[in-house]
T-cell receptor, first 110, second 113 residues
Framework: QKEVEQNSGPLSVPEGAIASLNCTYS??????FFWYRQYSGKSPELIMS????GDKEDGRFTAQLNKASQYVSLLIRDSQPSDSATYLC??????????FGRGTSLIVHP | DADVTQTPRNRITKTGKRIMLECSQT?????MYWYRQDPGLGLQLIYY???????NKGEISDGYSVSRQAQAKFSLSLESAIPNQTALYFC????????????FGPGTRLLVL
């Protein structure tokens, strides 16, 4: 069974700090990796996608992928209170069916 | 207008009742999905459809059924609702041209008494 593991948190960081969110996955043939942000009571929305080893940057967000170690991470620089949400990691292995982690709750306090 | 819509947004029903949740999309995507989300449990896949003639069970399909009426419409039915089906339900779409990013509807909050 494909598994995607995330620390449920909450991860609490001060405003302006770097928030680091981590995700590990079990299926070695996984090809596509996604980070979704979900505000309380709202639907998930895509933050970042990454498909090859290394870093991918988009504004304050950086996704990091290490297929050999089977982990993917999301760094949020200059964290803002508006970044407070649950972050879902999703992994897809060519079947077009993603497996979602349970999410990490992030709290950015002023 | 939203690309993926769900109706109703909130629903309260009683045990044993049959209810239908509807999803419509204007994104032109072939792939559609139904998920449920319970607090602390992430998203669990109920059913998915890759085109109008394709219906597949997900990891938690028992007690649910679906209908793909058109490319743009995918409905989820609870044949005889039970209290442990109380959850937040999301419809989503994806497309290979968009590298399989999932686009979610706003969700339906269902309470079964």
């Amino acid at each position: 069974q494909k598994e995607v593991e995330q620390n449920s948190g909450p991860l609490s960081v001060p405003e302006g700090a770097i928030a680091s969110l981590n995700c590990t996955y079990s299926d070695r043939v996984s090809q596509s990796f996604f980070w979704y942000r979900q505000y309380s009571g709202k639907s998930p929305e895509l933050i970042m996608s990454i498909y090859s080893n290394g870093d991918k940057e988009d504004g304050r967000f950086t996704a990091q992928l290490n297929k050999a170690s089977q982990y993917v991470s999301l760094l949020i620089r200059d964290s803002q209170p508006s970044d407070s949400a649950t972050y879902l990691c999703a992994v897809e292995g060519g079947s077009y069916i993603p497996t979602f982690g349970r999410g990490t709750s992030l709290i950015v306090h002023p | 207008d939203a690309d993926v819509t769900q109706t109703p947004r909130n629903r309260i029903t009683k045990t044993g009742k049959r209810i239908m949740l509807e999803c419509s999309q204007t994104k032109g995507h072939d792939r559609m999905y139904w998920y449920r989300q319970d607090p602390g449990l992430g998203l669990q896949l109920i059913y998915y459809s890759f085109d109008v003639k394709d219906i597949n069970k997900g990891e938690i399909s028992d007690g649910y059924s679906v209908s793909r009426q058109a490319q743009a419409k995918f409905s989820l039915s609870l044949e005889s609702a039970i209290p442990n089906q109380t959850a937040l339900y999301f419809c989503a779409t994806s497309d290979i041209a968009d590298q399989e990013t999932q686009y979610f509807g706003p969700g339906t909050r269902l309470l079964v008494l």
